[in-house]
Every structure is written in C-alpha cells, then in structure tokens.
C-alpha cells in the first residue's frame, strides 16, 4: 500500500504519538484549521505572527484523523477524552512535513517531472501535465507551490496517481538541493536561465548553478531536457560530460525542434517533424513550453495524438496570457510574475496582434537587487524595438523603462505613480481595438488596474 500512516512517523523518529492509533492514514493535509473537513490531517505552522497549534482543538471538532503539532496546547483530560482522533507532537513542523514527503516518495514508483527555470515554470509544468495525464492519473503542483512548502504538499497529495509533475523554485543556493531530494525526478526539465533573483545569486552563472541542483535528486538513469536556445544551458550542454541531455529549441539544432511557426492571437502553430501541433495559448514561450512536453511524451511512450490533444487542452494556472475581451478593447493578463526574459516575448506578442493601437502597461520587476536599474533599462530598450504605440509604467523601477523608451523613439510614454491612476489613464484615452499589455512582478497588484478599469467601464 502506498498509504502513510502514523507508524512511518514513529517507526522513522520524526516524531512522538501523544493519543491515538499508529495505523492511521495521514492523508489529505492542511495547514490551515478552517478547511479541515472531516478525516483531513491537520499540520499547524508557526509564523512571525500566528501559532498554528492553538488550533488543535477547533480542527479536533472538525473531524481531523491526525494533527501533528509542536505543542499540545491541551488540558490532560482533553487529551483523554479525544476518541477518534490522533496527535503527533513533533520538533519542527515545517521539517517533519518534509520527512513526511520523503517517506511518501519513497512508496511509489512512477514517473517523476521535475520542473525548474528563471521564468515559465508554472506554464510548463501545466502544459506537461496535461500531456502526462493523456496515459497515467497525474498529479501536479497546484497554482505555483514550488518552495519548501509547497513540493511537500504536493508529493503528500499522491494517492492512486500514476505519474507526478513537480515544479522546483528557488531565491537562493540549496533550496532546489533539499527540494530534489524530496521530489527524487525521473526525468529533470530546465526551461531556461535568466535574471530572476539575479539580486540574490549574484550572475547569471550562479542561477545555472542553482537551477542545475535539480539533477542531485534525480533517479540513476533519469532523463534532462533542456532549453537549447537558452545560452547558458546551450553553453553547459556542450561543456558538461556526465549528463546526457535531451534538447528542445527554435533557432539552435536541437532534438525536438519546432518549423513553420505560425503565432496568432489565441494559440501558436508549428510543424514538428511531420505533425501540425496547436497550443492554446500564443506567444513564443508556449512553443517552448510545448517542445518539452513532446519530448516528456515521448520519453514516456506517449502516443504523438495523445501529445497533441493535451497540448490543445492546457488547463493553465491564470494571469499568464490570459485574454480578456472588455467592449472591444483586448486585455493580456500576463502579471503572475515578470523578468527581462518574460517581458521580452510579451511585447513580440503584443506587437504582432493586427488592428488597434499596441499600449503596453509595465512595472517594476523585483528581486533584482543592484542589477535593477541596468535591466529596466534593457526593457526599455526591448520596448523600443517594438512597434508599441503607448507606453505606460508604474512604480519607481519602471522609470527606468519609460527613460530608455523615450531615448529609443518611443514617443506616448506616460509614468504612473499607481495602479488606480494607469487604470485612470486606459479609461479616459481608451480607442476601439486597443490591445493592452499588463505586465509586472506579482507584488505589484496588476490586477487592480484591471479591476478598476472594469468597475468603472460598468457604471
């Protein structure tokens, strides 16, 4: 069976049965009290402002089997009285769902993805999955719960599943280390190296470095695929002699390769040895995106229409080029998170759309610590290699775009010092056809100018 149970927990010293029975099945985990439904397990997590374990009685009352808790935060005779429930009491929650995850891996064996990249990891995860799920039950990553947090949680949701797709983020050296052990990937996917966190590593090369730790979990025979056409990875493929690597590519000779590429406004277009394949979703980033899940099919003998029906079916996570259509005027919703690297295919997409002026609203991209200013800069040149018609930016950072736009003949170049006042701007200068670009790190709340727009449109 590939259930676990409270015994795995006492059997591997993780942590202590203080009332309950050791054949209990921790499943179906939360970590939040006012989710638990009956049967869940309940898993409390300290923060700089909240104590988990408080909660154990009101989850006990809810129905939880299993609460593993650092503290027992309850009278002797409470204790007593608990009949159809069980308590572990551990050291360090956040390490013993770790542990947990480890020994859960360890029940199955199926083909493992592991997925890691600077930028499209979330997207590429989804477009693989649904490839995945074509032959085998999948699991996946939900949304992008891709730290220490989320990798658990998701190697701790497989039940009868028969395949499972992970995605592996990182801020710093070791992260990627500790996730991979956890995960332990069949088959490795690096989607590309950028500039993401480039504030915290340091170079582009650290990133390679910490991206490429994925490979230290792998199972012995495992498969990589690479993005050829990313420099880097190109650069290592040729330099590395202990991997053998699978690559996909555009431009670089490659062993999944796209030709013909036709980009429309809703989905891309590409002939691939001797098949049409479809994504359902434009931009350059979806080809990529598409290229490793064929070459993830492939691997796991995955009948070619099979492929192409998952690709023509993602089910993606929002706010990645997502379209929305309000009174004529096309909004793309492409603001879950930002990069040189991400902005760049953006705004070939948006100049690409036919009819209508090409306005694109940008803000600051985060986490680039002293190479900030350097690489704002580098979008503002990127923006005035294309054809956009308005320029519009938001936050302090994104000054630097509009400067070199400007410089670049850019000549519609408004600076916002807020979400509501771009949304202010798109209404009161608003055209039929507009194609409108919102693009920026998630912190930056782009969905509010949308929000605002459509409040405001409706009265």
């Known amino acids: 069976m590939n259930d676990l149970k ?3 927990i006492i059997e591997n010293n993780i942590g202590e049965l203080i009332i309950g029975n050791k054949e209990d099945i921790i499943e179906n985990i939360k970590l939040d009290s006012r989710q638990i439904n009956p049967g869940d397990t309940y898993v409390s997590i300290k923060g700089e402002n909240n104590n988990g374990d408080i909660y154990i009685k009101e989850s006990i009352e809810k129905g939880a089997k299993v609460c ?9 005779d409470e204790i007593k009285n608990i009949k159809n429930s069980s308590i572990i009491k551990v050291k360090n929650t956040k390490d013993t769902l770790v542990e947990m995850a480890k020994i859960k891996r360890e029940k199955y064996d199926i083909p493992v993805i592991g997925i890691t990249g600077s930028v499209g990891k979330t997207s590429t995860k989804d477009t693989i999955a649904s490839v995945v799920s074509q032959k085998y039950k999948t699991q996946k990553t939900i949304a992008n719960y891709n730290n220490r947090l989320g990798v658990p949680l998701t190697v701790l949701s497989l039940k009868d599943h028969e395949a499972l797709v992970v995605e592996m983020g990182m801020n710093h050296f070791g992260e990627i280390s500790e996730l991979t052990q956890i995960a332990r990937p069949t088959i490795c996917v690096i989607s590309n190296i950028g500039t993401s966190h480039i504030g915290n590593l340091g170079s582009r090369e650290n990133i390679l470095k910490a991206k490429l730790e994925i490979l230290e979990g792998m199972k012995k025979d495992g498969e990589i695929i690479i993005n050829n056409d990313n420099d880097l990875l190109h650069n290592w493929n040729l330099e590395d002699k202990t991997y053998k690597k699978i690559t996909f590519g555009i431009n670089e000779k490659s062993d999944y390769m796209a030709k013909d590429i036709e980009i429309k406004e809703d989905k891309n277009i590409f002939r691939f040895n001797n098949d049409i394949i479809e994504t359902n979703k434009a931009g350059e980033p ?57 902005i760049k295919p953006s705004l070939e997409y948006l100049t690409s759309l036919k009819e209508g002026r090409k306005i694109a609203v940008l803000g600051d991209v985060k986490e680039l610590g002293e190479f900030s200013k350097e690489l704002h800069e580098k979008i503002g040149i990127e923006v005035s290699k294309n054809n956009i018609d308005i320029l519009i930016t938001v936050g302090e950072d994104a000054k630097n775009i509009a400067i070199k736009a400007r410089e670049g003949g850019i000549k519609n170049v408004v600076i916002c010092n807020s979400n ?16 409108i670009l919102l693009k920026a790190s998630n912190s930056m709340k782009f969905g509010e100018i949308l929000e605002k727009y459509k409040k405001e449109e409706i009265k």
């Not at 099979?306 to 997502?322: A, C, P, Q, S």
């Open 6 to 8: 409270i015994k795995d």
């Open 68 to 76: 593993i808790v650092e503290d027992v935060l309850l009278e002797e």
């Open 286 to 342: 979806f080809i990529y995106n598409a290229l490793s899940a064929i070459a993830v099919g492939s691997i796991l003998r995955i009948d070619i229409e099979k492929i192409k029906n998952g690709l023509k079916n993602v089910e993606f996570t929002k706010d990645r080029m997502d379209i929305e259509k309000i009174e004529g005027i096309t909004f793309i919703k492409d603001y879950y998170n930002a990069s040189f690297e991400s």
């Open 420 to 435: 509501e006042e771009a949304a202010e701007y798109l209404l009161k200068n608003k055209q039929k056809d507009d194609k």
